[in-house]
């Protein structure tokens, strides 16, 4: 079941977040690319996102949140992060994202690993790879008219 966030989902997403990270991710960022994702992911700045109006959209299954997808305005892919991988968590969060908007462009700055994923969902590359806090990746963007 995919579900609105809740400011009280936010802890469990955080640890849901740095789990993920420190098990399948962190070895391939540098010591400062480490230090800025685990700051961009903390409970702190969740909360101040969430305050800001981002939207978080959660994927539950008895009860338990194995995924997450959190949105930027003015329709950009935050983050995405699924405990399960190849069992259609991520693609369900990026459907549901995409029928609940008014807007025709969804963006997203996908990590390397990520890269096919989002292109089997209909994202194209619109830039080379660029750095930010020591963090590669790409811009991708889907046209959500067709």
Do not use: W
């Not at 997203?108 to 619109?126: M, N, R, T």
């Amino acid at each position: 079941m995919i579900r609105l966030g809740e400011y009280e989902d936010l802890e469990t997403i955080a640890q849901l977040m740095l789990d993920i990270f420190e098990q399948k991710m962190q070895a391939k960022y540098t010591k400062e690319g480490q230090c800025s994702f685990k700051e961009l992911i903390s409970l702190n700045s969740l909360q101040k996102r969430f305050l800001s109006n981002n939207i978080f959209y959660i994927y539950t299954k008895d009860k338990d949140i194995k995924g997450v997808i959190e949105l930027e305005s003015p329709y950009h892919i935050a983050f995405l992060f699924s405990k399960e991988v190849h069992k259609g968590i991520g693609k369900s969060l990026c459907e549901h994202a995409f029928k609940n908007t008014k807007e025709d462009i969804c963006t997203v700055g996908a990590f390397e690993e990520a890269l096919g994923f989002y292109k089997k969902l209909g994202f194209i590359e619109v830039s080379e790879t660029k750095t930010f806090h020591d963090l590669p990746f790409t811009l991708m963007a889907r046209n959500l008219l067709t």
